[in-house]
């Protein structure tokens, strides 16, 4: 089998090019809306002060995906209170994953109360983001045309789009801002359609290779929209903590696919067993004092590629599904 790392890697900009024009494009049959800054800069707001929906949130979840996922929407009998599931799919989710889904480019400005933060996620990243998670990828692409979703409920101010713009070392006309409030139903989605990125983050802290992760796939449940933003947040959290199911293809032992998939599920965290709006609750809302070891998916399958052999690990949780979502 030639290692997954060799192989040549997709430039997500340009693989989600035409999925960002159609969310622009159909944006009155999405129920998004679309505006442009003074400096030329696309805003795609997609549940601020427009509905949005499922179909948007489902498109989102592909563009941060940098165009190389499927994301589809399903009903399901998995659970009696909750239908409609998030399935995912990559067949390069090292790439789509973490070089693109994965909200890892911290933005800020101003201090205090009326302080702007927000976690950017989607193609841009690969340009112009400075983690240190794409040395270890050997990963970026060139400057040209992108997008970039921030999971916020009001427009980042000037001095935001400015640095991703020169950052990204491209003109403002290039660069689309796509805006997901968590509350929404768009935003539901995108986020519960990062089911195999939770799995593939924290496969990465766990030290496992990337290199040998050859395939994966994953589904969750789509959670009920809330306009508290604590709750809402819970609740994305919660379908992936106890209702998200991930498979993945490993290119390793049979040994190493079962320390992995032992370790992989939410329930081996300390701070596993109770909706994670609590969780957030008693550290006090210090996000850090959460064990980063709880963000996985329920329940887990390794399959070893060598060996065809495959290892189980957790297991869906719908009571306390139930009591996240209100069931």
């Known amino acids: 089998m030639t290692p997954a790392s060799t192989l040549p890697r997709a430039d997500v900009s340009r693989a989600s090019r035409a999925l960002v024009n159609r969310l622009v494009d159909d944006a009155d049959r999405l129920r998004v809306a679309v505006s442009h800054l003074e400096d030329g800069t696309c805003i795609v707001d997609a549940g601020i002060k427009v509905p949005g929906g499922l179909e948007a949130g489902r498109l989102i979840a592909e563009i941060c995906m940098g165009g190389l996922g499927q994301v589809r929407l399903r009903a399901s009998t998995a659970f009696r209170h909750w239908a409609w599931q998030v399935d995912v799919h990559a067949s390069d989710p090292v790439t789509a994953c973490l070089g693109s889904q994965y909200a890892g480019w911290s933005l800020s400005h101003g201090q205090g109360k009326g302080a702007f933060n927000a976690l950017g996620s989607g ?24 997008a970039l979703v921030l999971e916020v409920d ?16 491209i003109t403002p006309a ?86 992995l998939a032992e370790k992989l599920p939410s329930s081996a965290s300390r701070d596993f067993g109770k909706p994670f709006g609590q969780v957030f609750k008693d550290v006090k809302f210090d996000f850090y004092q959460i064990d980063p070891m709880l963000f996985s998916p329920a329940r887990v399958a390794v399959t070893a590629m060598k060996s065809g052999k495959t290892f189980h690990a957790g297991a869906l949780r719908e009571d306390l599904l139930d009591l996240s979502f209100g069931g």
């Open 123 to 146: 193609p841009a990243r690969s340009i112009g983001s400075r983690e240190e998670l794409f040395k270890e990828l050997a990963y970026r692409n060139p400057a040209g045309s992108t």
């Open 174 to 259: 290039q660069l689309t801002l796509i805006l997901t409030p968590t509350s929404s139903l768009a935003g539901g989605v995108q986020i519960v359609g990062r089911v195999l990125e939770v799995a593939l983050h924290k496969v990465h802290a766990l030290h496992f290779p990337l290199e040998k992760i050859v395939d994966g796939a994953g589904t969750a449940p789509v959670p009920p929209p809330t306009a508290d933003f604590i709750n809402a947040m819970g609740r994305t959290n919660d379908a992936i903590l106890f209702g998200g199911f991930v498979q993945l293809y490993v290119d390793a032992t049979d040994d190493e696919a079962r320390e």
């Open 154 to 169: 009001k427009l980042p101010p000037p001095e935001v789009v400015e640095k991703i713009v020169r950052y990204c070392g």
